[in-house]
């Protein structure tokens, strides 16, 4: 079954057959490195066992290493329709296994793949990021059964998603992500794997949802609200910000700044005072 993705001519080679370079505006930074690429689709839980849904596969480099490791299905989901062309020839090598639907991530309704529960693994496009992650989060604290997330990310915004309170990138993704998953970093990816080039590194996280997390939550909008506020002048003191409340009760003093403040204390300020 994957002897046809296998026997596909170089992605380089495809790129340059069909004149497709990365563009700009679109965030574009492919990956050529097999062994890179096949290291994090084997990284996705029960890739064999659930749909996975990938973002921005340009000329599907890690796309065909989704499917080269098992994946039963793949839903591909790309804005830049000059892709076409590289993509139909894996979508005839697939034997049925790539979908590709060609539209912006961030209006394409997930619920509606068709699909009860799935993976999502992808090397995000660096502009949108953090606003796919976020989004992502929501679907999850709402009930819809995303599995797991392997993510490429700049190794900076992989720092903020993973950080404890008290370190350098603590700040209100970690606060968000925390709530609803468990997160690590995987896999470090050095620029030369890219091209083009970026100038920053980048890393791999793994998102887990956990459940006993997700049924403590309440709301995860008035938390991410929260944060907003606080993380938005994380140099001053907490009381400074939000005055005529009682620290006391979240065992604070009022002195702090947001970066010392316990994912689960967020929680439960948000539900209390928003």
């Known amino acids: 079954m994957t002897d046809k993705i296998a026997s596909l001519p170089p992605v380089s080679s495809m790129m340059r057959e069909c004149g497709l370079e990365p563009k700009k505006q679109f965030g574009q930074n492919f990956l050529f490195d097999l062994n890179l690429t096949g290291r994090i689709a084997r990284s996705v839980p ?9 973002v921005g596969p340009g000329p599907a480099g890690l796309t065909r ?6 994946a039963k299905q793949v839903i591909a989901i790309e804005k830049d329709k000059t892709t076409e062309p590289i993509l139909s020839q894996v979508i005839d090598a ?3 296994r790539l979908r590709v639907i060609f539209d912006d991530a961030l209006r394409v309704d997930f ?9 999502i693994c992808a090397n ?3 502009n949108v990021g953090t606003e796919l992650l976020i989004g992502w989060l929501h679907k999850i604290a709402s009930g819809e059964k995303i599995k797991s997330m392997t993510l490429m990310f700049q190794r900076e915004v992989a720092l903020r998603i993973t950080s404890r309170p008290g370190d350098e990138h603590y ?4 606060v968000l992500t925390s709530l609803i998953a468990d997160s690590k970093i995987i896999i470090d990816v050095p620029n030369t794997a890219f091209v083009p080039r970026p100038k920053v590194q980048s890393a791999v996280v793994q998102i887990i949802p956990n459940m006993e997390k997700i049924a403590a939550l309440h709301d995860l909008g008035k938390i991410e609200q929260l944060t907003a506020k606080l993380f938005g002048q994380r140099r001053k003191m907490i ?12 065992g604070l003093t009022g002195t702090e700044r947001a970066e010392k403040i316990a994912p689960e204390t967020f929680a439960l300020m948000a539900h209390d005072l928003l």
Request: proline fraction near 7%; glycine fraction near 8%.
């Open 46 to 54: 029960d890739i064999e066992k659930i749909p996975v849904v990938e």
């Open 65 to 70: 290493a989704i499917l080269l490791a098992g």
């Open 94 to 96: 697939s034997d049925g």
């Open 111 to 119: 619920s509606a793949l068709g699909v009860a529960e799935y993976a």
């Open 124 to 126: 995000l496009p660096y």
């Open 171 to 174: 700040g209100r993704l970690a």
């Open 239 to 250: 009381r400074a910000i939000m005055p005529n409340v009682n620290w006391e009760k979240y």
